[in-house]
């Protein structure tokens, strides 16, 4: 389990207004064993381990984000987020005339990704942060919760303790509390993030027919599809879920065989896919070797000849999965190059045997980077390309030529075949868009 926790030791007073001047305090935030807090005091030419800072304007901070914080993830790769979305998710948000370390929140909806990067040299602030984190942080997202959780009640009861009540913090978070407690409240405010909106600020036409959609794809669908087709995108999910529907589509019935590794829910989500993956491989008695397109358009009960000639007719941000009759699904893919095409029905396949048990669920492939969408890059990789066979025919080649080879060999991308090796350590890859990312998603700073 990954540490996420703030410390916090109470200080004088300031000459501020009395919430901000009562909550100061000598500030550490821990995540894991690195101290984002740790600082060099440029004045009094100083390192410390703590920031002097007022609690409040974090506090306050986390609590107005809370749904975003919790239920918005990370834009998908190469769109820059909008100022919006970075003031829900970066921490210099927090503001009020102190100085934050740069330090950023996506939720992937089963871990809250926290990314961190030192102040620059040239920093003319007061105060320049000293550490960063190496790579994202995952933590579980109930455990990052429970830390704001406790860090909002300490600040509330310091501010008890001085007598300074009724503040907009305590207003805020009562409210919050309030509304984690009632089903209807909290997935109306699901929902809200999810479209990327602050509370209350989703247009009324908008969230009735997202709660519509709702009703029609299922909400662990819609988490994936709502950030794509939200306020970034003008809220054209409504009608783009339409023409969706009106696609003629590719339809199947699904014979991939149940998986014991399935029902699991341990581990992080590339990891229980690389184990579906390779125990469906050996379900299939093809532990080893290359899997070819007749036999992965098997699984999901299409022929080859009528995915060669499936052609998307708009340019859409997901493929999607209809359940029909009789178990049939209409799979509407995006991709028109045919290893995209092969690649992005091997993820279809993964969210099938994923979702198998869901009721009527609807299959979706993003380019977002929830739990979900993991999952799925890594089974599709691990399942077209297994890392041991992968290694097997490279034979410690691990030159341009070789992965080029590689790519046609097992017919996947070459951005694949980098990305298998660089998350199992044997190189190091530019490529960040499978299991484990690595480096910043964008620069911070507000």
């Given at each position: ?20 001047s009562?909550s100061m ?6 995540i ?14 100083t390192?410390?381990?703590s920031?002097?800072?007022s ?8 609590a ?14 190469g769109?820059?987020?909008a ?12 503001n ?29 602030q ?16 109930v ?5 704001v ?7 509330l ?33 699901r929902l809200?993030a999810?479209?990327g ?10 969230m ?37 529907l009106?696609?003629?589509?590719l ?6 065989p ?5 029902k699991?829910?341990?581990g ?12 469906l491989r ?5 532990k080893?070797g ?5 036999q ?19 340019r ?18 995006r ?10 029905l ?29 999952y ?17 025919f ?5 030159s341009?030529?070789?992965i ?13 075949v980098?990305?298998?090796l ?22 911070l700073?507000?």
């Open positions: 389990m990954t540490l996420f926790k703030f410390s916090l030791d109470w200080a004088s007073a300031s000459q501020d207004i009395p919430e901000i009562l305090t000598h500030l550490t935030l821990h894991g064993d690195v101290s984002l807090m740790q600082n060099e005091d440029i004045w009094a030419k390192i410390r381990d920031a002097l800072v609690a409040y304007p974090l506090a306050m901070w986390l107005a984000s809370w749904w975003r914080l919790n239920f918005e993830p990370l834009p998908a790769p769109v820059y987020p100022m919006d979305w970075r003031m829900a998710h970066e921490m210099g948000a927090a009020h005339g102190f100085v934050w370390p740069k330090v950023l929140f996506a939720s992937d909806c089963e871990y809250m990704q926290i990314w961190a990067m030192p102040s620059s040299a040239n920093n003319r007061s105060v320049r942060y000293l550490n960063g984190l190496d790579s994202p942080a995952s933590v579980k997202l455990d990052f919760q429970l830390g959780e406790n860090f909002i009640s300490s600040v009861d310091r501010l008890d303790a001085v007598n300074c009540r009724n503040t907009d913090l305590w207003n805020v978070w009562q409210l919050i509390q309030e509304e984690r407690t009632d089903a209807q409240s909290l997935n109306y405010r809200e999810e479209l909106y602050d509370p209350d600020e989703c247009p009324d036409e908008m009735s027919q997202t709660q519509a959609l709702e009703q029609t794809m299922g909400s662990e669908a819609l988490t994936e599809l709502a950030p794509i087709y939200g306020k970034s995108a003008g809220g054209s999910a409504y009608n783009v879920i339409e023409e969706m009106a696609s003629p589509g339809i199947g019935t699904p014979n991939a149940s998986l014991q590794q399935s699991s829910t341990l992080k989500p590339w990891r229980r896919a690389v184990a579906i993956a390779r125990e050996e379900s299939l008695s093809n080893n290359v899997i070819d397109n007749k992965l358009y098997a699984l999901l009960g299409l022929s080859t000849a009528a995915v060669e000639a499936w052609t998307p007719n708009a859409h941000g997901a493929a999607i999965g209809i359940p029909g009759i009789n178990k049939q699904i209409k799979f509407v893919p991709k028109k190059h045919p290893m995209a095409k092969r690649f992005e091997a993820r279809l396949l993964g969210d099938y045997i994923l979702t198998e048990n869901m009721d009527k669920q609807w299959l979706t492939s993003t380019d977002l980077s929830t739990a979900r969408q993991k799925q890059r890594a089974f599709a990789a691990e399942f077209l390309c297994p890392i041991e066979d992968l290694q097997d490279l034979g410690n080649d691990y341009e030529d070789a080029e080879d590689a790519a046609e060999h097992f017919q996947v991308s070459q951005t694949t980098n990305s298998l660089k998350n199992n350590g044997l190189i190091f890859s530019p490529y960040t868009n499978y299991y484990p990312e690595a480096g910043l998603p964008y620069k700073g507000i």
